[in-house]
C-alpha cells in the first residue's frame, strides 16, 4: 500500500500515516520506552522493538499494542520478519521467533555485531566492529565470517546493512 507508513521514536511514540505521509497521527504504546525499528508483513500484523529490551506487537494495523517479549539487558535495534511466524529481533544477540513471536530464541551471530538483515528466513548479514561481515544461510544457526574490512582511515566499524534482495546489498 503506496499511502500507508509508520514511524517509531522516544517515549514509544508510533506515528501512521495513511495519506501518502501528508498527515500524521501518534500514539505512545510505552513511555519508557525507545522505539527503534517497526516492520508489518501486512497492513493489520507488525512489530517494534526497543532500546530497553522489549518487543511489541500488533494485528489491527497499529490501534493497539501488545507487549510480546522482555529482556532489560537487550538494546533492540531492529526487526524483520518474512511472514506472520518467521521473524528475527536483534538487540546484541540474534533473537528468533517462529510464532510470531509468542517465543523467543537467543542465536549467537558475530563478535561486535552492531547491524543484522536477512534477505529471507535463511540467509541473513552480519556487520560490526573491526570490519567483521558475517553470514548466515541457516536462519542464523552458524554464522561465516569474511576478512576484516579494517582500515586506518575509517577505523572499520559498521554500523548498518540492508539487501535489497539475495544478491544484492
Given at each position: 500500500?503506496?499511502n500507508?507508513?509508520?514511524?517509531?521514536?522516544?517515549?514509544?511514540?508510533?506515528?501512521?500515516?495513511?495519506?501518502g505521509?501528508?498527515?500524521?497521527?501518534?500514539?505512545?504504546?510505552?513511555?519508557?520506552?525507545?522505539l527503534k525499528?517497526?516492520?508489518?508483513?501486512?497492513?493489520?500484523?507488525?512489530w517494534?522493538?526497543?532500546?530497553?529490551?522489549?518487543?511489541?506487537?500488533t494485528?489491527n494495523?497499529?490501534?493497539?499494542?501488545?507487549?510480546?517479549?522482555?529482556n532489560?539487558?537487550?538494546?533492540?535495534?531492529?526487526?524483520?520478519?518474512?511472514?506472520?511466524?518467521?521473524?528475527?529481533?536483534y538487540?546484541?544477540?540474534l533473537?528468533?521467533?517462529?510464532?510470531?513471536g509468542?517465543?523467543?530464541?537467543?542465536?549467537y551471530?558475530?563478535?561486535?555485531t552492531e547491524?543484522?538483515?536477512?534477505s529471507?528466513?535463511?540467509?541473513?548479514?552480519?556487520?560490526?566492529?573491526?570490519?567483521?561481515?558475517?553470514?548466515?544461510?541457516?536462519?542464523?544457526?552458524?554464522?561465516?565470517?569474511?576478512?576484516?574490512f579494517?582500515?586506518s582511515?575509517?577505523?572499520?566499524?559498521?554500523?548498518?546493512?540492508f539487501?535489497?534482495?539475495e544478491?544484492?546489498?
Amino acid at each position: 500500500n503506496d499511502n500507508l507508513g509508520y514511524a517509531v521514536g522516544k517515549e514509544g511514540t508510533i506515528t501512521k500515516t495513511t495519506d501518502g505521509g501528508n498527515t500524521w497521527k501518534g500514539i505512545s504504546i510505552d513511555p519508557s520506552a525507545e522505539l527503534k525499528s517497526i516492520f508489518f508483513v501486512d497492513e493489520s500484523t507488525g512489530w517494534t522493538v526497543s532500546a530497553n529490551g522489549k518487543i511489541f506487537n500488533t494485528t489491527n494495523g497499529g490501534t493497539t499494542w501488545n507487549e510480546q517479549y522482555s529482556n532489560s539487558i537487550t538494546t533492540f535495534s531492529s526487526v524483520w520478519f518474512t511472514d506472520e511466524n518467521n521473524g528475527r529481533a536483534y538487540g546484541g544477540v540474534l533473537h528468533v521467533t517462529n510464532n510470531g513471536g509468542k517465543t523467543w530464541n537467543q542465536k549467537y551471530t558475530i563478535g561486535c555485531t552492531e547491524a543484522v538483515d536477512f534477505s529471507n528466513g535463511k540467509l541473513g548479514f552480519a556487520v560490526g566492529g573491526g570490519g567483521t561481515i558475517g553470514k548466515t544461510e541457516d536462519g542464523g544457526e552458524t554464522w561465516k565470517t569474511f576478512p576484516s574490512f579494517r582500515n586506518s582511515f575509517w577505523g572499520g566499524r559498521f554500523e548498518s546493512i540492508f539487501f535489497i534482495n539475495e544478491n544484492i546489498g
